[in-house]
T-cell receptor, first 115, second 113 residues
Framework: EPEVTQTPSHQVTQMGQEVILRCVPISNHLYFYWYRQILGQKVEFLVS????????KSEIFDDQFSVERPDGSNFTLKIRSTKLEDSAMYFC?????????????FGEGSRLTVL | AQKVTQAQTEISVVEKEDVTLDCVYETRDTTYYLFWYKQPPSGELVFLIR??????QNEISGRYSWNFQKSTSSFNFTITASQVVDSAVYFC??????????FGAGTTVTVRA
């Protein structure tokens, strides 16, 4: 069964360092998302991406964050200069363009720990 | 704007008891989808059930059942005869036409042996 894969599963970094989280969405999917979950809190929308551009972003997604799809398969989330409060689980999700079921397919998450 | 409210933050039961998780949602859209996700201690989000706004038929799947009441904007979830492996955080979520999934705050279920 096709699935969304995310790497790394866990990354530990020093405050101020750049981090890139990678996602490989399901191959025929056209819409891509990043969500964030701070430990013990709910899952929050960060950004949606379609046709090689951001379609919507939340207020959390400030200038420190960027997304791109560099090679037609990977979908990356970059945090330019990490802060302690960026420590969270980051989930990638994707969906088809024609889906009428409303379902997003989630990856297993990348846990980021900023020290 | 849409909103999902899970009023119960934690539920603790003894194995074999039934557990019902409440979810109330708000949306102005007439077409939407409701979900329940399970998040075990390992952290991944496990999809459990999806319902669209036009399908109020309730369902039982094994030990899981769902009660969707459009009139009260509720989408409750029941685990029958709970097991220790059911211990997790359960999230109710809503998607509308903008395809932004809005999650509730989650309910932590602890099943004690």
């Amino acid at each position: 069964e096709p699935e969304v894969t995310q790497t790394p599963s866990h990354q530990v970094t020093q405050m101020g360092q750049e981090v890139i989280l990678r996602c490989v969405p399901i191959s025929n999917h056209l819409y891509f998302y990043w969500y964030r979950q701070i430990l013990g809190q709910k899952v929050e929308f960060l950004v949606s991406f379609y046709n090689n551009e951001i379609s919507e972003k939340s207020e959390i997604f400030d200038d420190q964050f960027s997304v791109e799809r560099p090679d037609g398969s990977n979908f990356t989330l970059k945090i330019r200069s990490t802060k302690l409060e960026d420590s969270a689980m980051y989930f990638c999700a994707s969906r088809t363009g024609t889906s009428n079921t409303g379902e997003l397919f989630f990856g297993e998450g990348s846990r980021l720990t900023v020290l | 704007a849409q909103k999902v409210t899970q009023a119960q933050t934690e539920i603790s039961v003894v194995e074999k008891e039934d557990v019902t998780l409440d979810c109330v949602y708000e949306t102005r859209d007439t077409t939407y989808y409701l979900f329940w996700y399970k998040q075990p201690p390992s952290g991944e989000l496990v999809f459990l059930i999806r319902r669209n706004s036009f399908d109020e038929q309730n369902e039982i799947s094994g030990r899981y059942s769902w009660n969707f009441q459009k009139s009260t904007s509720s989408f409750n979830f029941t685990i029958t005869a709970s097991q220790v492996v059911d211990s997790a955080v359960y999230f109710c979520a809503l998607i509308t036409n903008d395809y932004k999934l809005s999650f509730g705050a989650g309910t932590t279920v602890t099943v004690r042996a």
